[in-house]
T-cell receptor, first 108, second 114 residues
Framework: RKEVEQDPGPFNVPEGATVAFNCTYSNSASQSFFWYRQDCRKEPKLLMSVYSSGNEDGRFTAQLNRASQYISLLIRDSKLSDSATYLCVVNYGQNFVFGPGTRLSVLP | DVKVTQSSRYLVKRTGEKVFLECVQDMDHENMFWYRQDPGLGLRLIYFSYDVKMKEKGDIPEGYSVSREKKERFSLILESASTNQTSMYLC?????????????FGQGTRLTVV
């Protein structure tokens, strides 16, 4: 079993749609959690950290369920510019473990 | 702004060559990482370093070595390049791990071994 698993994707959605990404992790000692965004042929960049209480940044909402070892990302009112690959990232000790990513295409 | 710089965006090397990929960060970060990214496999950790002259193997260290002689520089070495090492290589750095620590990435080096 992989340490971090994500929805396989790709997700093709129309502009304005709401889309949710799911992620599960296997290491219960994980300390910090993140969503990164990676555009085609670019490096990953931090989208948002994920906190136990859940957190929101504009159209983006992240949730963490430590008991279920589950992380989610919700994007509301999706824009063409949201098209990218979304990476779930889990940190424990000195290590960052990346999920395989879920590709999102927002269509006009 | 944190800057992580990789020495090359694109490299083409021949099988059997020794290849050096260089990474420099300007934020005095303790931790530095080398990943490779392949379609369908995501980012896989090759090596990481949490201090000068310290290194730890990641998930796929075979065929690679690293060097960290200075805090700002972390080098990845392919001792004898093979075609299965054709990939995108990404370097990252972070401050000492704490809640919410962010990993900053270089722009990536796309290596092709022919």
């Amino acid at each position: 079993r992989k340490e971090v698993e994500q929805d396989p994707g790709p997700f093709n959605v129309p502009e304005g749609a709401t889309v949710a990404f799911n992620c599960t992790y296997s290491n219960s000692a994980s300390q910090s959690f993140f969503w990164y965004r990676q555009d085609c042929r670019k490096e990953p960049k931090l989208l948002m950290s994920v906190y136990s209480s859940g957190n929101e940044d504009g159209r983006f909402t992240a949730q963490l369920n430590r008991a279920s070892q589950y992380i989610s990302l919700l994007i509301r009112d999706s824009k063409l510019s949201d098209s990218a690959t979304y990476l779930c990232v889990v940190n424990y000790g000195q290590n960052f473990v990346f999920g395989p990513g879920t590709r999102l295409s927002v269509l006009p | 702004d944190v800057k992580v710089t990789q020495s090359s965006r694109y490299l083409v090397k021949r099988t059997g060559e020794k290849v050096f990929l260089e990474c420099v960060q300007d934020m005095d970060h303790e931790n530095m990482f080398w990943y490779r990214q392949d379609p369908g496999l995501g980012l896989r950790l090759i090596y990481f370093s949490y201090d000068v002259k310290m290194k730890e193997k990641g998930d796929i260290p075979e065929g690679y070595s690293v060097s960290r002689e200075k805090k700002e520089r972390f080098s990845l070495i392919l001792e004898s390049a093979s075609t299965n090492q054709t990939s995108m290589y990404l370097c990252a750095s972070t401050a000492p791990t704490g809640l919410g620590t962010e990993a900053f990435f270089g722009q990536g080096t796309r290596l092709t071994v022919v």
